[in-house]
């Protein structure tokens, strides 16, 4: 009775999985009415925002985050604008120099957005689909009910355990329930997990179309993280990755359905046209560069050279060709030498005072075996900037 119990709550979830996964009607796209800050409920809940808070105190001295304050008002604001003033009272933002694709959002209102994903973002458009997502997960609580989902099916295989054994010493059981439900209980939690990223999906992408921002840039954002994994495979020589398939323990769903499901909402509920593509340029200008660097030391050429092609679009601008040729550089084929000499000439001959561009030139001619030509762009280099960390070591290599 117990393995039949289980396939049925299985095939339930499933089935839920399933019905959710895009909107049916107009109704789907209502935003809930705002009922205010949550304030936990009962020991669990408020045993978890007391971790949440120390968290947040730890976040809050870490040397990783970004403490610039037009950055933070920049971004702050893009929440506001997206979820509405009197929901975004309740989060605290955190910008976090690490160079991965990623934002969070905790039970207590922490809200922690990394670098790499400012980087990834072409426009605010594009931000707000994400900062929408973090918050729906916020006000749909779903941090505390999968705590509370985990807290119950550990607790139902604990006891499952204990009568398993129990019953095995009296020779009337061999364990195989218990993995079965094991198994079933598992994947029973992950179903849940991927339903609560749909729900996102569809909450945030009401946010962001109610807000008045161009709906069909939630779904580029998923289909730029594709393209992105793809190429850094290929460029490793590793198997494309296929998004059609689902992993049965996998917590979110397949980055293919949720482009695919974004498109089909953007196709019914068209929202606006804003992109402000020149104000969200504008807030990470003063970062944008140092935000290229970290992502050159990630050592990842594919997903780079990919990054960079997408963010330049038509538009190849002194840093985009800098970072491009240090790109190359960095790989350092005798082909790939080639290309980064011709394209840290284009970066001078768009902006002369771009002066790395002639260390990363001289570097790469001294590779390739152009000694003289090499030396010199190095000195052209140390002219400039005499006070260079490396400026030693360069030196030595000149004389």
Not at 246 to 266: C, I, K, Q, V
């Amino acid at each position: 009775m117990k393995a039949v119990w289980i396939s049925s709550a299985l095939a339930v979830a499933l089935s839920a999985t399933s019905a959710i996964a895009a909107p049916q009607n107009d109704t789907d796209w209502t935003i809930p009415t705002y009922a205010g800050p949550y304030q936990p409920q009962g020991t669990d809940e408020r045993g978890l925002w007391t971790l949440d808070d120390e968290d947040e105190r730890i976040l809050r001295d870490s040397r990783l985050v970004i403490r610039d304050e037009k950055l933070n008002a920049y971004v702050r604001r893009v929440l506001c604008q997206t979820v509405g003033e009197s929901r975004c009272r309740s989060v605290r933002v955190y910008i976090l120099r690490v160079p991965v694709f990623n934002a969070s959002m905790s039970p207590n209102g922490t809200m922690r957005v990394f670098s790499g994903l400012l980087l990834r973002v072409r426009n605010e458009a594009e931000l707000a689909s994400v900062l929408g997502h973090e918050f729906a997960h916020f006000e749909l609580r779903h941090t505390l009910a999968g705590y509370k989902r985990a807290r119950s099916g550990s607790d139902l295989l604990a006891w499952s355990a204990l009568l398993g054994a129990t019953a095995a010493r009296f020779g009337t059981t061999n364990g195989q329930s218990y993995q079965d439900l094991e198994i079933s209980v598992l994947g029973t939690l992950y179903h849940f997990k991927r339903d609560d990223e749909r729900a996102s999906d569809r909450l945030g992408f009401s946010y962001m179309a109610a807000a008045g921002y161009r709906s069909s840039a939630a779904a580029d954002v998923w289909r730029g993280v594709m393209n992105e994994a793809d190429r850094s495979a290929e460029a490793r020589g590793r198997p494309i990755k296929r998004y059609d398939g689902l992993a049965y323990f996998a917590s979110h769903p397949t980055n293919l359905e949720r482009a695919d499901t974004l498109s089909l909402m953007a196709n019914r509920v068209p929202g606006g046209e804003v992109d402000n593509s020149e104000a969200y340029h504008e807030a990470l200008a003063p970062w944008f560069g140092k935000f290229l660097a970290d992502q050159l030391a990630e050592g990842d050429f594919g997903a780079t050279d990919y990054l960079l092609d997408r963010l330049a679009g038509n538009n190849w601008t002194p840093d985009l060709l800098f970072a491009k040729a240090e790109n190359f550089r960095n790989r350092g084929n005798p082909r790939d030498l080639v290309t980064a000499v011709d394209l840290y000439r284009q970066v001078l001959a768009k902006d002369a005072g771009k002066i790395e561009a002639y260390r990363g030139l001289g570097l790469s001619l001294l590779r390739a075996g152009e000694v003289s030509a090499g030396k010199e762009s190095l000195s052209q280099y140390l002219k400039n900037k005499p006070d260079a960390s490396d400026a030693a070591i360069l030196g030595t290599m000149i004389n």
